[in-house]
C-alpha cells in the first residue's frame, strides 16, 4: 500500500459523516499510526492531505523535479514523482541503460494550467557510434488520489510521444530485422513518411521478409512493443543497414487516395482488394494507437454481413433476389424483438433485393427459424473463406462467425451477435461476391516464401448475379444511392451499422467495388453507413 492510503480510507468516511470539504480544499483525517500519539484513533495526530486540481506553483514545482531527476538518470526518484511507479520506472530505467541515451537535457516550454510542453536533446551512443536525438513531447501534472501530492500523470508517451503501451521499452542496438525498401506493384517506393498509416504495416513487413529480401540489419534506437504479432518501431538509425528490396501488391494511387480518406473521420480504416486477383491495393488506418485495426481489428459488421446472410438464404433455397423477404417494422426471435432503423416504412411483399438495398433488418431475422445455427458460419467459410487461416503476409484477424444458437442466429443475420469482422474481411467477402471466386487476400506475393493460402469453394453463378444485381441496386437506388452517385462503371455496394455497447454512436460500415477494385471501410462511432465510411470507401474506389 502507497503513503497515505490508510489515511485515504478514514478520510473517505469521515468525509461521509461531516460532508465535503470545498474545491481545492484540504480534507483533515485521522490517520493510523503504528507509533501511537495522540490525536485520532491508533493515537495519530490529524493529517492534512490536499484535494483538488495542483496550483500553478505545484505543477511547476512537480515537472522541474521530474524533469531533473530524469536528467541525471535517476530513474527510480523520477518514477516515485508519477501516479504509477511501477509502470514508470522499468520505461525510465530503459531510457538511459537498453537504450544507451546519455547528455539529457529537458527544456520546458509555458505551462498552461495542468499541462507541461517540454523539448529533449539528447546523445544516442552504440557500438562507437553516436547521434544526436531530439523530440517534443508533453505531461500532465495531477493529485495524487492517496496521498494528496502533485504527481505526474504517469503516460508511455511523457518518455516519447511514440510510445503508446505501458509495456513497451526503449532498446539500441542491432535492428531486430534487417531495413527494407518496400515497392508498390509498379516498382515505386513506399514509405512511412509519404504513407504514415502504412508505418506498422512496413514494420511487420521488414520483421518478417527483411532478411529474405536480402538486406543486412543496422543499429537503430527502437520501441519494443509488448502487444503480440507488433514489429519493433524504428525511431533513429545510428548506423545504415543493407536495405533489402520487398514487393508488395500495393498501389501508390490507391493508397494515397486511402490514406487522404481516412484523415477526414477519426478512428477509420480502409482497405482495398483487386477482386481478380486477391491482391491488396491500399491499407490506411486513422488512429491515435497506431493499430492496424483494418487487419486485426475484431468488431461486428452490421448490415454489411447482409452480403453474406443474403448468399446464405439463397444458398440454402430459402428464398432469391426476387423472391420474398418481408419487411415488417419488427421482428421477433427466440423472445428477442429486432426493429429497423428509425423512419423505415413496413412492406409486407417486399422481394430479397428490396429488403437488401433498404438494408430491412426485420426481413433477414425472419429468416432465423429457417435456417439451421451453422448456416450462416457454413456459408461464410465454405464459400467466402472467413474464419480459415489466411496467409496474407503479415498478421491478420480473418474473421469469425460462430455457430449460435438462440437470439444470436438473428443477431447474426444482421451482422451482430458474435459475428466478427474487419475492413480486410469485407472487402474479401465484397470481392468474392463480385466474382464468385474467394482469392485470399495477399499484401506480398506467395511466390516470395511460398506460402499456402487458404481455400474456399467460392460461389455458384446464379448466386453471383444475385448478389451483384443486389448491391447494384443498393449502390444506385437503395441506402448507398446517395454517396456513390457520381461513380460510373460497375458498381455494387452494402451499407452497414453496427450497435456497440457503451458507444453514444454505432460504427459506420461500407462495402462496395467499381470496376476490379472491392474496398470496405469502417469507422468507430461513425454513425450510419453513408455518414463516414461510406465517403472513405468511394474515395478509394474513385482512385482505383
Given at each position: 500500500?502507497?503513503?497515505g ?11 461521509m ?6 474545491y ?8 493510523l ?7 485520532g484513533p ?5 493529517v492534512?492531505v490536499?484535494?483538488g ?14 524533469f ?5 538518470g ?8 508519477t ?10 530505467t ?33 557500438g ?11 505531461l500532465?501534472?495531477v ?15 511523457v ?8 509495456d513497451?521499452t ?13 515497392v ?10 509519404k ?10 513487413l ?16 527502437a520501441?519494443?512493443?509488448a502487444?503480440?504479432?507488433?514489429a ?8 545504415e ?27 477509420s480504416?480502409?482497405?482495398a482488394?483487386q477482386?481478380s486477383t486477391?491482391?491488396?491495393l ?24 447482409k ?26 426471435s427466440?423472445s ?13 411483399g ?18 432465423a ?18 474464419g480459415?487461416?489466411w ?10 462467425v ?8 438473428a443477431?447474426?443475420?444482421i ?10 474481411n ?19 506475393p ?5 506460402r499456402?493460402p ?9 448466386t ?17 444511392a446517395?454517396v ?20 453514444a ?8 467495388y ?21 465517403p ?9
Amino acid at each position: 500500500m502507497r503513503k497515505g492510503a490508510k489515511a485515504a480510507i478514514v478520510g473517505s468516511v469521515f468525509a461521509m459523516m461531516v460532508g465535503g470539504a470545498g474545491y481545492g480544499a484540504f480534507n483533515v483525517v485521522s490517520a493510523l499510526s503504528d507509533t501511537g500519539g495522540s490525536g485520532g484513533p491508533g493515537g495519530a495526530e490529524p493529517v492534512a492531505v490536499k484535494s483538488g486540481p495542483p496550483s500553478g506553483s505545484e505543477v511547476k514545482d512537480t515537472s522541474a523535479a521530474f524533469f531533473a531527476a530524469w536528467e541525471k538518470g535517476q530513474a527510480s526518484a523520477a518514477a516515485d514523482l508519477t501516479n504509477n511507479a511501477a509502470k514508470a520506472e522499468p520505461l525510465l530505467t530503459s531510457y538511459g541503460q537498453a537504450a544507451h541515451i546519455t547528455g539529457v537535457k529537458i527544456t520546458p516550454g509555458r505551462t498552461a494550467g495542468d499541462s507541461v510542453p517540454f523539448s529533449v536533446k539528447a546523445t544516442v551512443s552504440f557500438g562507437g557510434k553516436s547521434k544526436p536525438l531530439a523530440y517534443r513531447s508533453r505531461l500532465t501534472v495531477v493529485r495524487g488520489v492517496t496521498t494528496g501530492k502533485a504527481l505526474v500523470d504517469w503516460q508511455p508517451s511523457v518518455v516519447h510521444p511514440a510510445l503508446k503501451n505501458m509495456d513497451d521499452t526503449l532498446v539500441t542496438g542491432d535492428s531486430s530485422a534487417p531495413s527494407i525498401e518496400a515497392v508498390d506493384r509498379d516498382g515505386k517506393v513506399l514509405t512511412k513518411e509519404k504513407y504514415p498509416s502504412l508505418g506498422p504495416v512496413l514494420d511487420q513487413l521488414r520483421t518478417k521478409y527483411g532478411a529474405k529480401a536480402g538486406g543486412t540489419p543496422g543499429i537503430e534506437l527502437a520501441i519494443r512493443h509488448a502487444t503480440p504479432d507488433t514489429a519493433d518501431t524504428s525511431l533513429l538509425t545510428l548506423a545504415e543497414g543493407k536495405a533489402g528490396k520487398l514487393p508488395t501488391t500495393l498501389s501508390v494511387s490507391v493508397q494515397a487516395a486511402a490514406e487522404k480518406a481516412v484523415q477526414r473521420y477519426p478512428e477509420s480504416s480502409v482497405v482495398a482488394v483487386q477482386p481478380s486477383t486477391g491482391e491488396i491495393l491500399a491499407v490506411a488506418n486513422n488512429r491515435d494507437d497506431g493499430w492496424n485495426a483494418a487487419f486485426l481489428g475484431e468488431v461486428a459488421p452490421g448490415s454489411t454481413m447482409k452480403i453474406v446472410s443474403a448468399a446464405t438464404l439463397i444458398d440454402n433455397g430459402l428464398t432469391t433476389a426476387n423472391g420474398p423477404a418481408p419487411c415488417p417494422s419488427s421482428a421477433v426471435s427466440e423472445s428477442q424483438t429486432f426493429k429497423n432503423i428509425k423512419g423505415m416504412k413496413p412492406d409486407e411483399g417486399a422481394t430479397l433485393s428490396e429488403s437488401f438495398a433498404r438494408s430491412c433488418n426485420t426481413a433477414f431475422v425472419k429468416f432465423a427459424d429457417e435456417v439451421k445455427a451453422d448456416s450462416l458460419t457454413n456459408e461464410a467459410r465454405d464459400r467466402f473463406g472467413i474464419g480459415l487461416d489466411w496467409q496474407t503476409g503479415i498478421p491478420s484477424f480473418d474473421g469469425s462467425v460462430p455457430a449460435a444458437g438462440g437470439p444470436d442466429t438473428a443477431a447474426g443475420l444482421i451482422g451482430q451477435g458474435k459475428v466478427q469482422m474487419n475492413p480486410l474481411n469485407m472487402a474479401s467477402v465484397t470481392a468474392t461476391a463480385m466474382t464468385g471466386a474467394f482469392r485470399q487476400p495477399v499484401i506480398v506475393p506467395l511466390s516470395l516464401d511460398g506460402r499456402d493460402p487458404a481455400r474456399a469453394k467460392g460461389l455458384s453463378a446464379s448466386t453471383v448475379q444475385q448478389l451483384r444485381s443486389m448491391m447494384n441496386r443498393t449502390a444506385t437506388s437503395g441506402t448507398a444511392a446517395e454517396v456513390m452517385a457520381g461513380l460510373s462503371g460497375r458498381i455494387g455496394a452494402k451499407t452497414g451499422s453496427a450497435e456497440v455497447d457503451g458507444q453514444a454512436r454505432s460504427d459506420s460500415w461500407f462495402t462496395g467495388y467499381r470496376g476490379d477494385v472491392a474496398a470496405a471501410a469502417m469507422t468507430q462511432d461513425g454513425g450510419h453507413g453513408i455518414d463516414a465510411s461510406g465517403p472513405i470507401v468511394v474515395e478509394v474506389l474513385r482512385a482505383g
